[in-house]
T-cell receptor, first 113, second 113 residues
Framework: GENVEQHPSTLSVQEGDSAVIKCTYS??????FPWYKQELGKRPQLIID?????GEKKDQRIAVTLNKTAKHFSLHITETQPEDSAVYFC????????????FGTGTRLKVLA | DADVTQTPRNRITKTGKRIMLECSQT?????MYWYRQDPGLGLRLIYY???????NKGEISDGYSVSRQAQAKFSLSLESAIPNQTALYFC????????????FGPGTRLTVL
């Protein structure tokens, strides 16, 4: 079935450094790839997304890249700040049959001051 | 997002009890979803509904049932709760196939003793 693998499961970086989280999806029919940030005790919130017809998208310190051939996409956070500490989830929306979202297992990012 | 609400926010129940979790939205979205979140497992889809007359099983539907009472309301039931259903439950909504963003409710923390 459809699957999304996410790595690493935990990531610690020094404040000001960059963080990269990677996801690989299995369903080549996937066409939409959102990233969510979940702070402790809160709901997942969309931070950036990318569609399959685009290779890269950037929003201030956050960027996402997509490699359709390899079926992987990555989240890049530059100049990390303590408030970036959270759990980040990637997801892929499949268009096979019905439009379902398959989530990765999450990355706990800790930004050390 | 205040447009997607869930009740109750916290619930403690006993094994064998029937329990219902409710989700309401004022976003006018046609699509609604129920997810379960467990540590290290990310968000797993329980059921989803693309309109009032459309209900679909997700990857972990066993032990759960749903009801789409109206476009704005989607309820999740545990007919006979068991301890391994202890988890954080999220409702989410989205609008049609072309607008892909999912919006999550605040979550319901369910504990089954």
């Amino acid at each position: 079935g459809e699957n999304v693998e996410q790595h690493p499961s935990t990531l610690s970086v020094q404040e000001g450094d960059s963080a990269v989280i990677k996801c690989t999806y299995s369903d080549s029919a996937s066409n939409y790839f959102p990233w969510y940030k979940q702070e402790l005790g809160k709901r997942p919130q969309l931070i950036i997304d990318i569609r399959s017809n685009v290779g890269e998208k950037k929003d201030q310190r956050i960027a996402v890249t997509l490699n359709k051939t390899a079926k992987h996409f990555s989240l890049h956070i530059t100049e990390t700040q303590p408030e970036d500490s959270a759990v980040y989830f990637c997801a892929a929306r499949t268009t096979s049959g019905t439009y379902k979202y398959i989530f990765g297992t999450g990355t706990r990012l800790k930004v050390l001051a | 997002d205040a447009d997607v609400t869930q009740t109750p926010r916290n619930r403690i129940t006993k094994t064998g009890k029937r329990i219902m979790l409710e989700c309401s939205q004022t976003k006018g979205h046609d699509r609604m979803y129920w997810y379960r979140q467990d540590p290290g497992l990310g968000l797993r889809l329980i059921y989803y509904s693309f309109d009032v007359k459309d209900i679909n099983k997700g990857e972990i539907s066993d032990g759960y049932s749903v009801s789409r009472q109206a476009q704005a309301k989607f309820s999740l039931s545990l007919e006979s709760a068991i301890p391994n259903q202890t988890a954080l439950y999220f409702c989410a909504t989205s609008k049609g196939p072309s607008q892909s963003t999912q919006y999550f409710g605040p979550g319901t923390r369910l504990t089954v003793l």
